[in-house]
């Protein structure tokens, strides 16, 4: 079967400091990763997505990046974060977009 | 463009009582359409999913929901509610990844 991990589950980062983030998808083969972030008492925000490895589509430009090393494998960055990064960040995958989505547990990152 | 709109930010009702959660879309084809479960500070859940084949769908913990093309709505119901069913609901559009704003349920004792 099919599970996705994503850790860590919590994280308390620094302003200034990098960020890593890492998504990993176990029994399947080229699914679609996407990352979302839920800021306090919002909505999901679609932060990236990708079809294939090396291949990241960006929804809205600002202090975050993605990549995808490998097939199953979806890393979240930022070189130096900001207050406003805060949130909670979801990795999600599907085979299809059609078909819905399976998403991680969540990191929940608090910037200070 | 094509979207959803989740028109409840919040939902309240007493244990035993029937859940309303109304979501309605606006696409220019039959669109997939899926309701998701959000406990905190977890991820979500697939409740259940509409793909063009019986338009009454039936997910999981008793939900179930139905599409109605003429009213371009996708509402979430439950007969009767249960403490465990306080959560945040989202409603999703298939190809457009993007989510509802989200309804918080409240289940009051």
């Known amino acids: 079967s099919q599970t996705i991990h994503q850790w860590p589950a919590t994280l308390v980062q620094p302003v200034g400091s990098p960020l890593s983030l890492e998504c990993t998808v176990e029994?399947?083969?080229?699914?679609?990763l996407y990352w979302y972030r839920q800021a306090a008492g919002r909505g999901l925000q679609l932060l990236f997505y990708?079809?294939?490895?090396?291949?990241i589509s960006s929804e809205v430009p600002q202090n975050l990046s993605a990549s995808r090393p490998q097939d199953r494998q979806f890393i979240l960055s930022s070189k130096k974060l900001l207050l406003s990064d805060s949130g909670f960040y979801l990795c999600?995958?599907?085979?299809?977009?059609?078909?819905?989505?399976?998403f991680g547990s969540g990191t929940r990152l608090t910037v200070v | 463009a094509q979207s959803v709109t989740q028109l409840d930010s919040h939902v309240s009702v007493s244990e035993g009582t029937p859940v309303l959660l109304r979501c309605n879309y606006s696409?220019?084809?039959?669109?997939?359409l899926f309701w998701y479960v959000q406990h905190p500070n977890k991820g979500l859940q697939l409740l259940l999913k509409?793909?063009?084949?019986?338009?009454l769908v039936k997910g999981i913990n008793g939900f179930e929901a139905e599409f109605k093309k003429s009213e371009t709505s996708f509402h979430l119901t439950k007969p009767s509610a249960h403490m465990s069913d306080a959560a945040e609901y989202f409603c999703?559009?298939?190809?457009?990844?993007?989510f509802g704003a989200g309804t918080r349920l409240t289940v009051k004792p």
């Open positions: 999600a995958w599907s085979v299809r977009a059609a078909y819905g989505y399976t």
């Open positions: 029994g399947t083969s080229n699914p679609n």
């Open positions: 990708s079809v294939g490895i090396g291949q």
């Open positions: 696409s220019s084809y039959s669109p997939s």
């Open positions: 509409y793909t063009s084949a019986a338009t």
């Open positions: 999703a559009y298939n190809n457009d990844m993007r």
